[in-house]
């Protein structure tokens, strides 16, 4: 069992389309991260937030970490090809632990 | 590249079998944390080690340990594997345990069990 559940499971869009993922939990963390994976490799940062409420923009992407500190999002402007991979979140929790979600898999169609 | 690597890259093991996988932390890094990913889903936390103690662990049975070394190398053993125990395993190292610190994993080792 994950604490976090992340939706859709799997996103195919074309090129210049808009998508959001979503990371819920009905836990608080201390801090949450957006990682991407691609294959054969291990998770790449993209970002940590750690206030609840806080928006970080990173290019075309916009995280947002919720409220309660229990859920956040990823919002993607005009996606690219390049965004193509496994987006995952991570929430830090007692001992400065992190768990992840389930993934999302996003296919970027050109 | 984020100087965190791990070895071997593949594995072939059999039920009830043991095996040690590697992993070479960054430069300068204290911590480092092992997770175990099956295929289709998230990383799972398995145990970190900070400054060579257990610092932590996730819920996996004992037969999961592991070790970590003065210069911050650190190793994954398990024994009596099981058929489920195939998965990819991937160490992150991190410059602190703090919170928010960022971690940067290794490539992983794919292990299969037979």
């Known amino acids: 069992t994950q604490l976090l559940e992340q939706s859709p499971q799997f996103l195919s869009i074309q090129e210049g389309e808009n998508l959001t993922v979503y990371c819920n939990s009905s836990s608080v963390f201390s801090s949450l991260q957006w990682y991407r994976q691609e294959p054969g490799e291990g998770p790449v940062l993209l970002v940590t937030v750690v206030t609840g409420g806080e928006v970080k923009k990173l290019k075309r992407l916009t995280f947002q970490f919720g409220d309660a500190r229990k859920d956040s999002s990823l919002h993607i402007t005009a996606a690219q090809p390049g965004d193509t991979g496994l987006y995952l979140c991570?929430?830090?929790?007692?001992?400065?632990?992190?768990?992840f979600g389930t993934g999302t898999s996003l296919t970027v169609i050109p | 590249e984020t100087g965190v690597t791990q070895s071997p890259t593949h594995l072939i093991k059999t039920r009830g079998q043991q095996v040690t996988l590697r992993c070479s932390s960054q430069?300068?890094?204290?911590?480092v944390s092992w997770y175990q990913q099956a295929l289709g889903q998230g990383p799972q936390f398995i145990f970190q080690?900070?400054?060579?103690?257990?610092?932590g662990r996730g819920n996996f049975p004992p037969r999961f340990s592991g070790l970590q070394f003065p210069n911050y190398s650190s190793e994954l053993n398990v024994n009596a594997l099981e058929l489920d125990d195939s998965a990819l395993y991937l160490c992150a190292s991190s410059l602190t345990r703090n919170k928010g610190r960022e971690q940067f994993f290794g490539p992983g080792t794919r292990l299969t069990v037979l």
């Open positions: 991570a929430g830090e929790r007692t001992g400065n632990q992190f768990y």
């Open positions: 080690y900070y400054r060579e103690e257990e610092n």
């Open positions: 430069s300068g890094h204290n911590t």
